[in-house]
């Protein structure tokens, strides 16, 4: 492993399946910062921002050169076996980025069994001590017009700029996994993808909120704009998508952390997928409506209980939702653009009728579409849902 050719390190663990601790230092100055690492921890707030310490020098040279014959491999301690777990379980996810990939140690112990190897723990109680120097001289808890909710998202002079950016990064990051998860490679440049003859340039922001609605849950809605950028021409633009995630929770920091989760499970489904049957890599799955390719993202139904949640989502009922929402598209696709995006967040009732839902167009709602849904034949639960679906329409040319 050539530590040298590492350009970030991000640190993840999760306790009996809820984040703990979330550090991300890398080379360009990104950090972020949450929790400490503690079993059902208090704080969740988290921090982003830019430093120009040399932080992530100094949490580079605690790597061990040894760990190269780790990457990319899971332990399980002890004995390799998940059953002989003790206490909390713990899983600690440490990722560096190279030049064309991702590579990660993975651990899974209990909290009270035998604990990480002496080298690990000190390497991660390192970036602990170096993020909380950081947080201690650069964050201030205040948040305009957010009153008592200031308490949860810290917010630094570098807030507004580090947090677009960290946002950017991310899920360019986000993509990147993906197209590796189909076993494509992609390269990473901060907030740029470079996949075969195409660069994806990634530029989000928190659009609307943190609100809190009138039952206190807080809503929050992420813009994140995308310009696919031919490589041999760098100035040429030859595609544009906006795209958008709106996350609920209990608190703001719940709400941007769904918002976020939802646009890597919905959206970047979506723009993978495409991409590789654009670009004729694989048949992944796209429908075709008129001179439209249209390719499905994540479907999430959340609200349902687990033994009333509907059982997949086959490709009629995409088909039939798309045909119900093609009345519309004519008026919908005007311009030159080649790519757009439809998001959909439906309330289903009990008897299978819509009581309330929202559609985006290109982040902009079309509350009129809302009506021609209801013609569709919505799956029926004890207790009613919350439909989530992202399209993504490449006009083809």
């Not at 470079?194 to 609605?213: C, D, H, Q, R, W």
């Not at 439809?342 to 009990?350: A, E, N, R, V």
Request: proline share 5%; net charge negative; hydrophobic share 40%.
């Amino acid at each position: 492993m050539y530590l040298k050719d590492i350009s970030l390190i991000r640190i993840e663990l999760d306790i009996n399946n809820k984040q703990s601790l979330y550090i991300l230092l890398a080379k360009d100055g990104s950090i972020s910062r949450l929790g400490h690492g503690h079993i059902d921890e208090p704080d969740q707030t988290l921090y982003i921002g830019e430093t120009e310490e040399p932080l992530f020098e100094q949490l580079l040279s605690a790597v061990s050169p040894s760990w190269s014959q780790d990457l990319n491999h899971l332990y399980i301690i002890p004995n390799d076996d998940e059953s002989q777990i003790k206490g909390a379980h713990c899983k600690l996810v440490i990722d560096f980025q190279f030049p064309d990939e991702f590579k990660r140690i993975e651990f899974h112990y209990g909290s009270d069994s035998e604990g990480l190897p002496p080298d690990i723990y000190d390497f991660i109680q390192t970036a602990i001590e170096l993020t909380n120097n950081w947080i201690e001289k650069e964050y201030k808890y205040i948040s305009p017009g957010m009153g008592s909710w200031g308490v949860t998202l810290g917010v630094s002079k570098l807030w507004a700029r580090g947090l677009a950016k960290w946002l950017s990064d991310n899920f360019a990051r986000e993509l990147a996994e993906l197209f590796a998860s189909f076993g494509e490679s992609a390269q990473v440049n901060q907030n740029k993808v470079i996949f075969k003859n195409e660069v994806f340039e990634m530029k989000a922001e928190v659009k609307n909120g943190p609100a809190k609605l009138a039952d206190g849950v807080a809503v929050l809605g992420i813009l994140v704009e995308i310009s696919i950028i031919d490589k041999a021409m760098p100035s040429l633009t030859t595609r544009r998508l906006t795209t958008g995630a709106v996350g609920y929770g209990h608190g703001p920091m719940e709400a941007f952390q769904n918002a976020v989760s939802e646009w890597g499970g919905l959206v970047a489904q979506a723009i993978v997928g495409s991409c590789l049957e654009r670009t004729g890599v694989t048949k992944r799955g796209c429908l075709r409506i008129g001179h439209h390719r249209i390719c499905p993202g994540g479907t999430a139904f959340s609200g349902a209980t687990a033994d009333t949640i509907p059982s997949g989502w086959k490709w009629e009922q995409h088909a039939r939702l798309l045909e119900l929402i093609n009345n519309k598209l004519p008026d919908l696709l005007p311009g030159d653009n080649l790519l757009h995006s439809i998001s959909l967040t439906i309330m289903i009732s009990p008897t299978g009728g819509i009581e309330s839902g929202s559609v985006f167009f290109d982040a902009n709602e079309f509350p009129e579409i809302i009506a021609v849904l209801r013609d569709f034949d919505w799956p029926i639960t004890s207790g009613g849902y919350m439909f989530k679906q992202f399209y993504l329409i490449d006009r083809c040319i």
